[in-house]
Every structure is written in C-alpha cells, then in structure tokens.
C-alpha cells in the first residue's frame, strides 16, 4: 500500500499545477461550506438560545385545543387543579427536565390614565419563570433584574413603554376580562421595560401568577401552559414523545384527549428559517460534491490518458489490474485529502479570526447581535469525509478504465 | 527444457469487416539462455508473436508454451503473475517511470509485483546497476540520463526479477551506432551471467548479426532462420 501511495504522491506532484489548481477548487468548496455551516449555525443557535432560554421553553403543555386559538388569549381552555398534577408528575419523573414554569396568558387594556392601549401579557411565578428561561431576566433594558418581577409589579414590552411614554416605577392599570365575561381593573407598579424579540411571546408584558388571578379573578389555580426547560436540548425528541405518549394518551369523559405537547419548533415561526438555513446548507453541500466529483473526475480522466504508455508498461512488467486500479483511486483519494486538508485548515483559520474580531450584525429589530461562529467535529469529519468519499468515487471509473486497459494497445499509444 | 515452444501457432485480428491472419500457423522452439531474432518487414507478426510469447495477447489457435507452461488459456490476472514472474520486458522507447529515479525503476517490479522485502530488494536491485554500469546513477530521475543510459536501465529493470526470458521489441530504434552496440554487448554479457534467454523483434542489423538464432517472417509464416531450426 505504501508504494502505491509513494506513486500515486510522486505522480500529483509530476502535474503540480494542475494538482494544485484541482485541491484549490476542493479547497474552496469546503470552506464554503465550513464557513456557511458555522455562521448559519451560529446564528441558528444564538436564534433557537434566544427563543427558547428567553421565551418558550424547549417544550409546552397546553390543554388540547388551546395552540389553535392561542392568537385570542382564551381562559376556558386552561389547564385545571388536576390536571396540572398529572403534568407536574410526569414532569418530576423525567430525568431530562431542568425546570417547568406556570404561566397564564391573558389580554388586557394598559392604562397610563391618560391613554389605553391593549397589551398581551405573560403571568408568571418568577422563581419558576428564571429557572425555566434563564435568559429572560436579559431582556430586561431597564429595571432591577434580580428576582424578576414581584406582586403588584409589570414588566412592559419596550414598544408599549415607548408609544405610552412609560418609565419605571410608574403606576399603569391593567383592565382585564375574564372568562366570565367581567371586567376587573388593577393598578401596577412599573418593575422594568423589556425588551422586545421575535418570535411569539416576544412583544409580550409580565406580571406575577398571582396578580393575573386576581385581576381574572380565579377561584383555581388555573394555568394557559407550562413551559419546559430541559438538561440538554438534545434531549428534547425523547422527552417530546415521552410526554406525548404519557400526556396524550390521556382522556377525557367524552374520549377526547386532554393535552398537547408542542416542542419550540411547532410554537416558533423561526423554525422555518432554521429548516430553510438547513436546506441551503444541504444545497451547498451538494454544489460542494459536484464540485469534487467533476474536477477530480476531470483531473483523473486526463491522467489516465495522460499515461496511457505507462500503465501500459506497468502491465506488462505484471502488475496487477488490481493494483493499477489502486494506484488510480489513490490519486483521486490523495487529491481529495489534500483539498479537504487545507479547506479544513483555512475554515478553522477564519472561524477563530471571525470570534477574534468580534464580528456585529442587526437581524430586524435586534441590534448588534455579536457573530460567533463555531463548528462542531461532527460536522467537520462529516463534510471531510464526504468530500474524500466522493473523491475516490469520482476516481473509480477512470481508474477502472487504467486497470482493464489492454496492455498491447497501451504500449502503442503515442 | 526447451524456453519458448511454439506449435501452429494463430493469431487472427479483427479489423473491421475483416479477418486478418497476423500469425498463421509457426512452429518454432527456443532454447534456454539463447540469443534469438525475429526480423521481417512491417506487418510482418514481429511484434504480434513477441506478443504472444510475452502472454500480452492470446493465440487464436495452436499451443504456446513458455517455461515450460502452456500460456494460451490464461486470464488477465494469471497473465499479469505469470508475466511479473518468468518475463522481462525491454521497450524500443525504454518506458521508465519518469516519477520514480532510476533505482525506483529497477526497483519496481521487485516491489510492486515480487513484493521482495526491502533489504533483499535493494541489494538485488544495487547489483543489477552495477552490472549495467549504472551503480552510480541510482539517484538520478530518467530524465536526468541519456538514451543508452535509459535502455541500460531498462535492461536492469527487466533482468532484476530473475526473469528467465526477456522481450525486447526494437532495444536499439532510438540509440546511436555506439550506444547501440555498447546495449547489445551488455545484453549478450547478462545472459552470459545469469543465463537468461534474450528474443528481439528488430529491423536493426547489429542486433540481427548478434543473434545466434534468427526467424524471418513474412506475412505470419515463418521463413528461414540461421541457427535455429527454420532454414
């Protein structure tokens, strides 16, 4: 093996230009891809963190139906006394669950006694609330963070704060209908301003749970849904169908199920751009193997023809068809290894340069949002190893062709 | 054991519409450690017989025997051992490796096809330079060396698995009078030394008037020979 890796490296190095000019096109197409795979993964990332560590949860309970009609706020599809246990317990028995918070979620009119304006709101248990999204208490652009909000306290979203000219520790009223059908007004204390993000829930304000149920006046402690923090995200497909089977399966006495279990990626219109990053991703890593397989084909194809004598003489002198099918594919192997290489090399090079120069970039509302690429090995030895696959592929018909060349014919050719 | 037995020996080409008969029906024997020439015009079956003997081509008909083994029926892969084995090969136009130096050429058959361990290997291969004179030139690229110096070369390359038989197909087409010479005699010296049975397929007079065993053909068939058993 090592005389035909001899031969085949003296031969690459024989035709350096066009060595050179085939691992650079290889080069390039990697770095391409290491290049859009980590931006796009960075970004993706610090997006799916920002949604699900400030705002959903990796995973929610609603009761059955709620999802659908999520747009209005609706009261009486709330999780009730009971069944909040049977959550809470099947919550509690999962290993891979951090934390899980009770929310009511509510519409309202926002009075700052001189204008009205309605406001979407987040009723929260602050201590759960911190646990669940962690990231949410950054969101804060003013106010104490510490502790989230209290009794008596509102949260507003940057824009209410703005259009109403509201600023901390001012005292706003939030009139709010229940599901009864009656009005209830209750007076609050400006805690912080939040800022706003996309995605749902990201315009929304928050109080504490127990205000909400006083201003809708609950008898029980009724919740809209239950956000779930998991350990690791990764986990998040397992427990999703744990909690589907366990929770869905439930019924009620008219043989309908009880609750739904979404995951952020059904909740959040961002998953669509994730799936959309996913399918570029998947477009150029396509481009990337044409790329590999026409020129190291191309490049193959020339260097068969290029010597067509020589493999005549190596036949007669014995060698193997085998070997000389080997001698083949080592070439294009090699070609493909030394653009993969040095792609691999220049994309770590510029991802680590992109972190060292601290890169900044605006996505709709959100300002100097900091670019922080990064690839996994996974991805790495993946896309590596495709190219180096395809590069052997690419090599085979050519090589093929070398080793069933009739010797005679061969040594004739000028 | 005679080398090379020949017994209405065929070869057909098909080229186009037509059947042409390159070898129509030789007898001929060869004996071991001999110098022998095939000579004849173009189109003649120089080149198709040393072919043959050289298990690069199949007969169509008749028995081929080459030390001692009957070579008609071989396949690609049996033809390649065989080849790498028992035959030596030397090309009008040398046919080194201009990748490998002129050691890696000789080398190459020892380690590509033999696959003889390295020490064995570079000591056999060291001498076989030093008997054609190029013991010092081992680092050099082909490029690097003249024309005799390449046949040199090739002859060591051919001679270096201890072939028994050697084909050389025109040795001398590309050398000049003194360089030509200077091959045959170190191609009439190693045979001397390790007995090893030299056939050439040649226009060339000196290689012809080296020959101890001369075949003419003509049209396939075999004419007259001096000191062979076709007269």
Request: proline share 3%; aromatic share 6%; glycine share 8%.
């Amino acid at each position: 093996m090592f005389n035909i890796f001899k031969l085949a490296l003296r031969n690459l190095r024989r035709y350096m230009r066009r060595t050179l000019l085939t691992s650079s096109l290889i080069t390039l197409g990697i770095v391409a891809v290491l290049l859009f795979v980590s931006i796009s993964g960075s970004f993706k990332s610090m997006m799916v963190g920002q949604i699900t560590d400030s705002m959903l949860g990796h995973l929610q309970v609603h009761r059955k139906g709620y999802l659908a009609s999520i747009d209005n706020l609706p009261l009486d599809r709330n999780l009730k006394g009971k069944q909040i246990k049977v959550v809470e317990e099947a919550l509690e028995k999962d290993k891979n669950v951090a934390a899980y918070s009770m929310r009511i979620k509510l519409g309202a009119m926002f009075s700052n006694y001189t204008e009205t304006t309605n406001i979407r709101l987040n009723a929260v248990n602050p201590e759960q609330e911190l646990k669940t999204v962690p990231m949410l208490a950054e969101r804060m652009i003013e106010g104490k963070k510490e502790g989230l909000v209290a009794k008596g306290e509102i949260l507003v979203p940057e824009l209410i704060a703005k259009g109403m000219d509201v600023k901390l520790n001012d005292s706003i009223v939030l009139v709010a209908t229940n599901k009864d059908g009656s009005v209830n007004g209750q007076p609050f204390v400006v805690r912080g301003i939040l800022e706003g993000i996309s995605g749902p829930g990201g315009r929304d304000g928050i109080i504490h749970i127990d205000d909400a149920r006083a201003l809708l006046r609950m008898e029980d402690k009724e919740v809209s849904e239950i956000a779930i923090r998991l350990k690791k995200i990764q986990s998040m497909k397992d427990v999703f169908a744990n909690l589907d089977t366990t929770l869905g399966s439930l019924k009620n006495q008219m043989d309908k199920p009880v609750f739904e279990v979404h995951t952020w990626e059904k909740l959040s219109p961002f998953f669509n751009i994730a799936r959309m990053i996913d399918l570029m991703t998947l477009f150029i890593k396509v481009m990337l193997v044409a790329i590999v397989l026409v020129s190291i084909m191309n490049v193959m194809i020339m260097a068969v023809y290029e010597r067509i004598n020589e493999i005549g003489t190596i036949a007669a002198m014995g060698t193997s068809p085998n070997k000389i099918l080997a001698l083949f594919i080592m070439e294009g192997f090699l070609l493909g290894l030394l653009g993969t290489l040095s792609g691999v090399l220049i994309s770590l090079l510029a991802i680590g340069a992109m972190n060292i120069s601290q890169i900044s970039f605006d996505f709709g509302r959100q300002e100097g949002l900091l670019l922080s690429p990064s690839i996994g090995v996974a991805e790495v030895l993946t896309v590596s190893l495709i190219v180096i696959a395809i590069a052997v592929l690419a090599s085979l018909q050519p090589a093929w062709k070398a080793a069933r060349m009739d010797p005679i014919t061969a040594l004739r050719h000028v | 054991m005679a080398m090379v037995v020949a017994k209405q020996l065929k070869k057909t080409y098909r080229s186009g519409d037509i059947d042409v008969q390159a070898i129509q029906g030789v007898d001929f024997t060869i004996q071991p450690a001999s110098f022998v020439s095939f000579v004849g015009p173009s189109g003649s079956g120089k080149s198709t017989l040393l072919n043959m003997i050289g298990c690069l081509d199949p007969p169509t008909a008749g028995s081929l025997q080459v030390v001692g083994k009957d070579i008609s029926n071989l396949n690609r892969q049996q033809a390649a051992k065989f080849r790498g084995e028992h035959i030596g090969f030397v090309f009008q136009d040398f046919n080194l490796i201009p990748v490998l130096t002129v050691f890696e050429n000789v080398e190459y058959p020892l380690q590509m096809v033999q696959n003889w361990p390295r020490e064995k290997r570079r000591k056999r291969v060291q001498e076989l330079l030093e008997a054609v004179g190029m013991g010092d030139q081992g680092h050099k690229f082909p490029s690097q060396i003249s024309g005799g110096q390449k046949q040199r070369v090739a002859v060591a390359r051919a001679l270096v698995t201890n072939a028994s038989l050697v084909l050389a197909d025109e040795p001398t087409a590309n050398l000049d009078s003194t360089t030509a010479n200077h091959v045959i005699e170190l191609m009439k010296k190693m045979r001397d030394e390790f007995g090893t049975t030299f056939i050439f397929s040649t226009h060339d007079p000196r290689v012809v008037n080296n020959a101890e065993t001369i075949f003419t053909l003509e049209d396939g068939k075999l004419l007259q020979g001096k000191g062979g058993n076709h007269v």
